[in-house]
């Protein structure tokens, strides 16, 4: 019903603020790859003698959450914890329900299993927030990839690599392991081989 599926996706907010707990009290977290302060530096563009071509690519993306917070500099890290949760976890209902026409309470149990397990447990306790908060949009392209597996239309591979290219500029790590996984759907797919070959170095270019 809607009732139970608004329920199950207020779950999400409420278990991000659990995981934030005392943390969402004024001041600054200061995490190993995520460093903040009082005045953070606004993300460069282009690549710097410090910084590699990663660091711009996620530049628009990092720039939007600075600017979003720059009236509490000290919430921009927060506010990517509570995105990774809420984000991730309606992104895996939204699979279930939808896709896999599986129950609420099925998507629940995995969104919670999802945003809750010690490998994206440990990226946020070091500070790689845009790793994470990549990994939580992975859900949503999954969808594309799976239309891509099982019929290879173009507009499911753009779909896809619209997808890849949103989670890249989050973080170029997850955006990589989403192209991995599309690249295996269309080698599995039923096309052509010359049609999935050309399809393939297309996503790639």
């Avoid at 891509?148 to 779909?159: F, H, M, P, Q, T």
């Amino acid at each position: 019903s809607k009732t139970a599926l608004f329920l199950a996706r207020a779950w999400f907010p409420f278990l991000g603020a659990i995981v934030l707990g005392p943390l969402l009290a004024p001041g600054y977290l200061l995490l190993l790859d995520a460093p903040t302060g009082p005045t953070p530096p606004w993300p460069a563009w282009t690549p710097l003698p410090s910084a590699g071509i990663a660091s711009s690519i996620q530049a628009p993306f990092s720039t939007l959450v600075r600017a979003l917070t720059q009236p509490f500099p000290g919430s921009a890290n927060k506010l990517l914890i509570l995105a990774t949760v809420c984000v991730g976890g309606w992104g895996i209902i939204n699979l279930f329900i939808r896709h896999l026409h599986l129950s609420i309470a099925a998507g629940l149990l995995s969104g919670t299993l999802f945003v809750l397990n010690p490998f994206l447990y440990e990226r946020l306790l070091a500070g790689q927030l845009l790793l994470a908060t990549g990994i939580a949009l992975i859900p949503w392209t999954l969808p594309s990839i799976m239309q891509v597996a099982s019929g290879n239309e173009l507009v499911d591979v753009a779909k896809a690599v619209g997808g890849i290219a949103l989670i890249s500029h989050v973080s170029i790590h997850a955006g990589g392991f989403v192209l991995v996984l599309l690249l295996i759907a269309l080698a599995v797919s039923t096309r052509r081989p010359h049609v999935k070959v050309a399809t393939g170095v297309a996503v790639i270019a």
